[in-house]
T-cell receptor, first 108, second 115 residues
Framework: GEDVEQSLFLSVREGDSSVINCTYTDSSSTYLYWYKQEPGAGLQLLTYIFSNMDMKQDQRLTVLLNKKDKHLSLRIADTQTGDSAIYFCAEGYNKLIFGAGTRLAVHP | DTGVSQDPRHKITKRGQNVTFRCDPISEHNRLYWYRQTLGQGPEFLTYFQNEAQLEKSRLLSDRFSAERPKGSFSTLEIQRTEQGDSAMYLC?????????????FGSGTRLTVV
């Protein structure tokens, strides 16, 4: 069945780059997404990528997609304390399948 | 437009009681989704509507759960005879399907605690 897997925790120093990884199983997925969730809040769409793309850059965010390996990554450049949150990878179109989330901790 | 609104933000109920949550989507969005999120997990799909039609329901949505979107605007999610396992964050989201799916806009959720 459909499944999305992420590492659960990432700790980085402020100013460094963060790379959050995700693997998915549904090869027919048209869209893949990254969402951010801060404590007590809903999910905020950060970026998305079409399955026919390899890379998408949006300011400090870079998404890389390896369709062959069904691997998606999110790189955050110059990570700041305000980036501390849980990041969810998701695949799908009408119905999204989410990973369990990666908790990003940014320390001085 | 202030985004997707959910009411209430928090609900504590006794086991066996019925609860109803409301979601007001972004006004021009024709699709509305309900998800459930438990601690330490990502959101799980429950159901979605296009306008007033309920197009898909998850197997997670037992007979005790019912969702409506009577006029294609706001939606309600009712849980009958609540159980402790229903304790979760219930998230609503909306999107405009006509422009492809560029991701949902989520509300802040309703946190349900069944005691």
């Amino acid at each position: 069945g459909e499944d999305v897997e992420q590492s659960l925790f990432l700790s980085v120093r402020e100013g460094d780059s963060s790379v959050i990884n995700c693997t998915y199983t549904d090869s027919s997925s048209t869209y893949l997404y990254w969402y951010k969730q801060e404590p007590g809040a809903g999910l905020q769409l950060l970026t998305y990528i079409f399955s026919n793309m390899d890379m998408k850059q949006d300011q400090r965010l870079t998404v890389l997609l390896n369709k062959k390996d069904k691997h998606l990554s999110l790189r955050i450049a110059d990570t700041q304390t305000g980036d501390s949150a849980i990041y969810f990878c998701a695949e799908g179109y009408n119905k999204l399948i989410f990973g369990a989330g990666t908790r990003l901790a940014v320390h001085p | 437009d202030t985004g997707v609104s959910q009411d209430p933000r928090h609900k504590i109920t006794k086991r066996g009681q019925n609860v109803t949550f409301r979601c007001d989507p972004i006004s021009e969005h024709n699709r509305l989704y309900w998800y459930r999120q438990t601690l330490g997990q990502g959101p799980e799909f429950l159901t979605y509507f296009q306008n007033e039609a309920q197009l898909e329901k998850s197997r997670l949505l037992s007979d005790r759960f019912s969702a409506e979107r009577p006029k294609g605007s706001f939606s309600t999610l009712e849980i009958q005879r609540t159980e402790q396992g229903d304790s979760a964050m219930y998230l609503c989201a909306s999107s405009l399907a006509d422009r492809g799916n560029y991701g949902y806009t989520f509300g802040s959720g309703t946190r349900l605690t069944v005691v």
